[in-house]
């Protein structure tokens, strides 16, 4: 789903330090839709200056009096709560939140709900929730900071978001690499001389196993390869210098 079919709604929204921080954590994330229900803090100097860059999804936001309201113009609206509801929806985790539930919704708009430092969503507005979605904490002080609740659920979605390539933050070796690694360490066991009870097979089978589970990068490869290379030089250097000295 894009990002501008997904609204952040803060409903009663209490401080205006929260509301700021918010807005700052969504802009970090790439988000620009926020929408406040009746805020109960000034939504101005303080609001904007802990915003930073994001001070314009502060300028910019819709209101709206009641979240009810709101769901006339959002198509779907996943509350976040802390409460363990009797009723009979459905409760995910953010992360299923971000990798499940908004992929299948990309024709419409979509609102996250956040309910007041105090008490959070009120039972009726929970009701006009389609999903429930909860963060999972430690249970000795499972209640999060209205700002923090924000950025986790921001950051998954756009973890969720980004191309496979955008997260591979490793630099791993190409399939080609690896076994071009795995010829040279057979390459220098076949050229080592193996005591006849060593199985080379055996050996090779292993370091595959060792070194697959490793997820080596390039650079691992080439410092291998490089460590490979010395101990053949050492090697045949070394088997030279004993020749010579059987030849005297």
């Known amino acids: 789903m894009p990002k501008d079919h997904l609204h952040f709604i803060l409903v009663r929204t209490q401080f205006a330090s929260n509301l700021g ?3 700052r954590i969504l802009k970090n994330m790439g988000f620009g839709r926020l929408v406040l229900i009746r805020p109960r803090c000034e939504v101005g100097a303080e609001a904007r200056m802990l915003a930073m860059k994001g001070a314009d999804l502060v300028d910019d936001a819709v209101y709206y009096p009641s979240l009810h309201e709101a769901r006339r113009q959002i198509r779907l609206l996943v509350g976040t709560t802390a409460r363990s509801p009797k009723s009979g929806k459905r409760r995910i985790g953010s992360r299923t939140l971000a990798s499940q539930l908004v992929p299948r919704f990309r024709s419409g708009p979509l609102g996250i709900v956040f309910g007041p430092e105090d008490n959070g969503l009120s ?5 006009l929730c389609e999903w429930l979605v909860e963060i999972p904490t430690a249970g000795v002080y499972p209640v999060l900071n209205l700002a923090q609740a924000v950025g986790v659920v921001a950051y998954d979605l756009h973890l ?8 591979q933050f490793l ?8 076994q071009s690694l795995i010829a040279h360490l057979e390459a220098v066991l076949t050229s080592s001389g193996l005591p006849p009870h060593l199985s080379r097979q055996r050996i090779l ?5 060792i070194l697959g589970r490793a997820q080596l990068e390039k650079e691992d490869v080439k410092l291998l390869r490089s460590l490979l290379a010395l101990v053949s030089r050492s090697h045949s250097e070394h088997r030279g210098i004993g020749s010579q000295e059987h030849r005297e």
């Open 21 to 23: 921080a918010a807005a």
């Open 123 to 127: 039972k009726q507005e929970l009701r």
């Open 160 to 167: 969720a978001s980004r191309e496979p390539d955008d997260m």
């Open 171 to 178: 630099h791993l070796a190409e399939p080609a690499e690896f």
């Open 205 to 209: 089978a292993r370091l595959n196993r």
